[in-house]
């Protein structure tokens, strides 16, 4: 047996039932698990939390790992979704498995140092052989739990779709390809460290034969479905069009709602579409800063919450956002909401609240999200006698409101991933050294 002591924890947001906030407590953790928090516990192994904000990690439910290759791509830089898509498409064309692997691993250190211990990733471009295995191994070289959705796009150009035909992928190799990553990889036990999801990239790119075959083969195999729905006014008005009906409901249609599915954006839910997953337990990964980069508008997660709607946050992929760190989303979820709908929108401890318990909810891990004893053991310390926080009145607030930027030390599975503020399992200045020297052969 493995005990770690977490002592003098200066406040430890548990984000319990009660949502306590404990001061000046210790917690153990034993084989990956919370295993008490109380006063004077003791063990082989301490690590001291005074002064420190200690959380539940942080949970990303929306990323493009692969995109960190491709930040602030000049062309890209301006557009909205549909042009900003088709500057990048040709440039992803271009990767294969050495530039998936390096742009995980860039992708997952930045969330890692920025509080998250459980990410999932869509990737939905697989070119010059590369598969979803390379992210898998990324996120197994940093440490974090990972769910890896397999994406997909099986309408190219040619059959009326956005991205080039040559990114798009024949639907029974897709499905095929589904069938082996999930029978390969796909963990259903409480605290999985790697778990799979079937997700075509969006309504626009793939068939509606792919969308009701996805969902029948997640269902068959027992795991998540995600997708990218109603992310701005163009994705509405291609529905319309395409379908004749609304995102919500073709949603509906393609059998695309429940508990097991979560959908990316949800920008433009209308009063109906909320109240309908809202009633289907469908869970949405609001991405802000993304939302604010492209443009898309203010996603309604004010009336989402009020309806019942599962909530989590998600950084999508760097080239919409372009940068990755999730505890900053927790601050622009609360700062856009308070712009639609005044100062009390939304307070720091509820961004908070969403960013872990609310992401954790999304992607069906009720293991992780808070900490409680039983609970898994993925939690971030914050040290709060930094620059950011100096002169705050409230810890727990303030880590939304000032920040620090970066954790102190990330545990998952009662695992350091960091420590001191340095990455415990890769040597970070080697692996940006090798993300620089690809992105430079990617621009040619
Ligand atoms: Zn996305």
């Avoid at 969308?211 to 269902?219: G, I, Q, T």
């Avoid at 289907?280 to 009020?306: E, F």
């Avoid at 969403?354 to 971030?380: H, P, W």
Wanted: overall charge negative; proline content about 3%; aromatic content about 4%.
């Amino acid at each position: 047996m493995t005990r770690l002591v977490i002592k003098n924890i200066g406040h430890l947001v548990t984000m319990n039932a009660e949502r306590s906030e404990l001061s000046g407590v210790d917690m153990a953790v034993e084989n990956g698990v919370v295993a008490e928090i109380g006063k004077d516990l003791t063990g082989p192994q301490t690590v001291n939390a005074q002064g420190c904000v200690v959380t539940p990690g942080l949970v990303n439910t929306h990323h493009h790992l692969f995109q960190t290759l491709t930040r602030a791509v000049p062309g890209g830089q301006d557009a909205l979704l549909f042009g900003w898509l088709q500057t990048l498409y040709p440039i992803w064309a271009r990767m294969g498995p050495e530039e998936m692997f390096t742009s995980a691993q860039v992708g997952l250190a930045e969330l890692a140092l920025s509080g998250c211990t459980l990410s999932s990733d869509h990737q939905y471009i697989f070119p010059n052989g590369s598969s979803l295995d390379d992210a898998i191994e990324a996120a197994r070289s940093i440490g974090v739990r990972f769910h890896a959705a397999r994406g997909s796009m099986s309408i190219g150009e040619s059959d009326g779709g956005l991205p080039p035909d040559h990114l798009v992928e024949r639907e029974a190799d897709i499905l095929n390809d589904c069938i082996r990553v999930a029978d390969r990889y796909h963990d259903a036990e409480e605290g999985a460290m790697l778990r799979i999801v079937m997700a075509p990239c969006s309504p626009f790119s793939v068939s509606t034969g792919l969308m009701k075959d996805s969902a029948a083969l997640a269902r068959d195999k027992g795991v998540m479905l995600h997708t990218h729905l109603a992310e701005n006014d163009e994705d509405i008005a291609y529905s319309q069009e395409k379908f004749g009906c609304r995102p919500g409901q073709y949603a509906q249609d393609m059998g695309w709602t429940g508990t097991d599915v979560w959908h990316a954006h949800c920008v433009r839910l209308d009063a109906q579409e909320i109240d309908l997953f809202a009633r289907t337990g469908t869970g949405v990964a609001h991405c802000p800063c993304s939302n604010c980069r492209l443009g898309s508008g203010i996603a309604p997660v004010r009336q989402m919450r009020d309806a019942g709607v599962r909530v989590g946050l998600g950084v999508d992929g760097s080239a919409s956002n372009d940068a990755g760190h999730l505890l900053d989303e927790a601050r622009q979820a609360m700062l856009l909401q308070r712009v639609q709908n005044g100062a009390d929108a939304m307070a720091a401890r509820e961004a908070l609240e969403i960013a872990t318990l609310g992401g954790a909810q999304v992607l069906g891990r009720a293991d992780c999200g808070s900490l409680e004893v039983g609970k898994r053991a993925d939690f971030a310390i914050w040290d709060m006698s930094g620059l950011a926080a100096a002169g705050n009145w409230d810890p727990v607030a303030a880590l939304v409101l000032t920040g620090p930027h970066n954790v102190r030390d990330l545990y998952v599975e009662g695992r350091a991933v960091v420590q001191g503020g340095q990455m415990v399992n890769v040597d970070l200045r080697e692996v940006i050294t090798r993300q620089n020297r690809l992105a430079a052969r990617l621009a040619g």
